[in-house]
């Protein structure tokens, strides 16, 4: 996949006159027919001093000119990155985003409560909302995210990013997550290093942990059975965080692994090593 200032044969000749090449990227999602598509990280460099911005929103840039963004599940087909090189002029690209097809999930035999909260859950549900919602807002500037990602876990794929879950014949929220399905007990480890932003227990969710990597880049573990680490702890990618559980709202033993970008939630799978049991 071609950063900014590259196309898939090489640097855009106008971008490389202008001297504007960005550097190959660090950890990019395999190409695709438009170059970037729906549910998309997209991480890499630019000349240290650049400044980016993003269908208007800045993107950071870090010291050694690394950035990330990404495009939600339902990202429109274009977006414009807007590429500042130090004491040059702004330089607007145009991205084509590819539209992905999504897979429907049915589940069935959910008990009435986990389908429909009461209205105290609700009330508690909307309060960790707010919670993850801030966890997810850090914007640190060490790009963690620049080392690329490790498996958090070793198992079986039985979920993917994107797809409509429809629960007991009710359709649902697309599924933002990646699940790996494994023994209780089986080791949780942190997909790149960063810094932990929660550690608790959520209504749906169940004992989870949010981790930091930099530039709004987080990565969400979901239904552990332990935590073996404390909010504001660094972590090194690799690093037992905690178990697969199956404690939330859940019908089996597994990993829900989540990507985002700030508030964006993004397809992890492409970035992880192949997922082996």
Not at 102 to 118: E, F, H, N, R
Request: charge should be positive; hydrophobic fraction near 40%.
């Amino acid at each position: 996949m071609p950063p900014p200032g590259r196309t898939a044969s090489g640097p855009a000749p106008a971008l490389a006159r202008r001297g504007l090449l960005a550097l190959p990227l660090l950890a990019a999602l395999p190409a695709r027919a438009a170059g970037y598509a729906q549910g998309q990280l997209v991480t890499g460099r630019v000349a240290p001093g650049s400044r980016l911005a993003l269908d208007g929103r800045a993107v950071r840039v870090g010291p050694g000119g690394e950035y990330a963004f990404g495009f939600g599940r339902d990202h429109g087909p274009e977006a414009v990155l807007t590429v500042t090189p130090p004491g040059g002029h702004p330089q607007p690209q145009a991205l084509a985003v590819a539209r992905r097809e999504w897979k429907v999930q049915s589940i069935k035999g959910l008990p009435p409560a986990q389908v429909t909260p009461d209205a105290e859950a609700l009330r508690r549900i909307a309060a960790e909302r707010e919670r993850l919602a801030a966890a997810r807002a850090v914007d640190s500037p060490q790009p963690f995210f620049a080392e690329g990602f490790v498996l958090p876990a070793r198992g079986r794929v039985s979920g993917v990013f994107g797809s409509q879950r429809i629960l007991n014949g009710e359709p649902r929220q697309p599924h933002y997550g990646f699940d790996i399905a494994a023994p209780v007990g089986t080791p949780l480890h942190a997909a790149c290093s960063g810094r932990v932003t929660l550690a608790a227990e959520f209504f749906f969710f169940g004992r989870i942990i949010v981790l930091d990597h930099g530039h709004g880049v987080s990565t969400l573990y979901a239904h552990c059975a332990e935590i073996e680490v404390a909010e504001g702890q660094r972590v090194a990618a690799g690093q037992r965080i905690g178990a697969i559980g199956m404690t939330g709202r859940v019908t089996g033993p597994h990993l829900h692994f989540g990507l985002s970008w700030f508030s964006t939630w993004l397809d992890a799978e492409p970035v992880l090593p192949p997922v082996t049991g």
